[in-house]
């Protein structure tokens, strides 16, 4: 059974983790705070040193620089040990992964799509076959405090993957099980706090489990 860990919504504290290894490390997006280059290559000379043998990871609504890059751009920045998902799949030892960074509009943010049709063709590219949906906004009711998606909920009670997981909506860590699947929430960080200025603090652990397909 592969040793898998969980992050997400590190918001450019990766450099305060320290993750113990396995073989495959997942993030499920906002990689950085203001979605800047500069934030991005910081992240990304982190994780591609973490000690699994597989790194994935997709962006998050503030990734910007991830959402205006060209796909040459990307392949250029992004190190060859690193897996990065944007609406599309990887399967790694037999295990079937989908990654989409789209979440329900907000303030115009990186990959925002608006509820109802809209977002629903995304969630429609999701192959059936999936194992490890991850996903940077939860589906509706599922440790989201509201904010999460009906449309991506619908798709999962349809396709049942064995594990569903996502960041997006902080403070709400954990991992449930519903109709066959594990629902995670990864996000890392506390709410953000304070005016005019960023005051997030790690305050979650990674989630690790060993799958078994």
């Known amino acids: 059974m592969p040793a898998i860990t969980f992050i997400s919504d590190t918001h450019t504290l990766h450099r305060e983790l320290r993750l113990s290894g396995g073989d495959i490390l997942i993030h499920c997006g906002d990689v950085t705070e203001y979605g800047t280059k500069e934030e991005l290559k910081d992240f990304l000379d982190w994780f591609s040193g973490q000690p699994f043998s597989h790194k994935i990871f997709i962006a998050g609504n503030h990734d910007l620089c991830l959402e205006e890059m060209s796909r040459r751009e990307k392949n250029k920045i992004i190190p060859g040990n690193i897996t990065y998902l944007q609406n599309e799949a990887v399967t790694i030892n037999g295990i079937n992964i989908y990654g989409s960074p789209v979440s329900p509009y907000f303030l115009g943010m990186a990959f925002?799509?608006?509820?109802?049709?809209?977002?629903?063709?995304?969630?429609?590219?999701?192959?059936?076959?999936?194992d490890i949906l991850i996903t940077h906004t939860p589906p509706f009711g599922i440790m989201d405090n509201g904010f999460g998606c009906e449309d991506l909920l619908a798709a999962v009670n349809e396709m049942k993957p064995g594990l569903s997981v996502f960041g997006h909506v902080h403070e709400q860590n954990g991992m449930i099980q519903e109709g066959g699947t594990t629902f995670i929430n990864a996000t890392l960080v506390n709410t953000l706090a304070g005016i005019n200025e960023v005051n997030y603090r790690v305050i979650s652990k990674p989630v690790e489990i060993n799958m078994n397909l």
């Open 112 to 130: 925002n799509r608006k509820r109802g049709k809209e977002i629903q063709k995304e969630w429609n590219k999701i192959p059936a076959n999936t």
